[in-house]
């Protein structure tokens, strides 16, 4: 069965540090997407990205962050100057639609942790 | 803005009893409801996408419903793997942004 992989499974940071996490969508997929899940609150949907460009992004994806689909398999999701409230998992995301008839594929997360 | 209440946050059922869990919803215009399952640790898997109330949709133990303000998820004669937390999102029109419930913990014991 086809799924989202992303890289690493946990990655520790240093404060004011950039990191980058790494996705791989489902080959078929057009449409991807990062979320993220602070420990014990809800997911949060942080930013979608088609054709190459951001469609659409919360009010969380501010200038620090930024996403890139450096070619045809990655997505990535830039996190510059870490905080120590950036430790959450990240998940990436994609779908075939990004209409509500969409069935969105999630992988297993990364862990960032903030120290 | 859309808001996704889920109740109750934690339930613990013996295998067979069945139960409900509750999504209540605010959205400006929905344009889905979905249902997921949550593992420890792992992302979100995708269960069912509800459009209109009314919409009944199953999938082996599990049913879910749609009304015009919250939607249902019924588990017949739940089984120890159906322990995991369910969580419930909504998405209004005219955008791709997903919203998320807080999630149900369901334990089942053997």
């Known amino acids: 069965e086809p799924e989202v992989t992303q890289t690493p499974s946990h990655q520790v940071t240093q404060m004011g540090q950039e990191v980058i996490l790494h996705c791989v969508p489902i080959?078929?997929?057009?449409?991807f997407y990062w979320y993220r899940q602070i420990l014990g609150q809800k997911v949060e949907f942080l930013v979608s990205?088609?054709?190459?460009?951001?469609?659409?992004k919360s009010e969380i994806f501010d200038d620090q962050f930024s996403v890139e689909r450096p070619d045809g398999s990655n997505f990535t999701l830039k996190i510059r100057s870490t905080k120590l409230e950036d430790s959450a998992m990240y998940f990436c995301?994609?779908?075939?639609?990004?209409?509500?008839?969409?069935?969105?594929?999630f992988g297993q997360g990364t862990r960032l942790t903030v120290v | 803005e859309d808001q996704v209440t889920q109740s109750p946050e934690a339930l613990r059922l013996q295998e067979g009893e069945s139960s409900s869990l509750n999504c209540s919803y605010t959205?400006?215009?929905?344009?889905?409801l979905f249902w997921y399952r949550q593992d420890p640790g792992k992302g979100p898997e995708f269960l069912f996408t509800?459009?209109?109330a009314g919409e009944e949709k199953e999938k082996e133990r599990l049913k879910a419903t749609l009304t015009k303000k919250e939607s249902f998820l019924h588990i017949t004669a739940p089984k120890p793997e159906d322990s995991a937390t369910y969580l419930c999102?909504?998405?209004?029109?005219?955008?791709?942004?997903?919203?998320f419930g807080i999630g149900t913990k369901l334990q089942v014991i053997p």
């Open positions: 995301a994609s779908s075939e639609s990004p209409g509500a008839n969409r069935e969105a594929f």
């Open positions: 080959s078929n997929h057009l449409y």
């Open positions: 990205f088609y054709n190459n460009e951001i469609s659409e």
């Open positions: 959205v400006s215009g929905l344009r889905g």
């Open positions: 509800l459009y209109s």
């Open positions: 999102a909504v998405q209004a029109g005219g955008y791709q942004k997903v919203t």
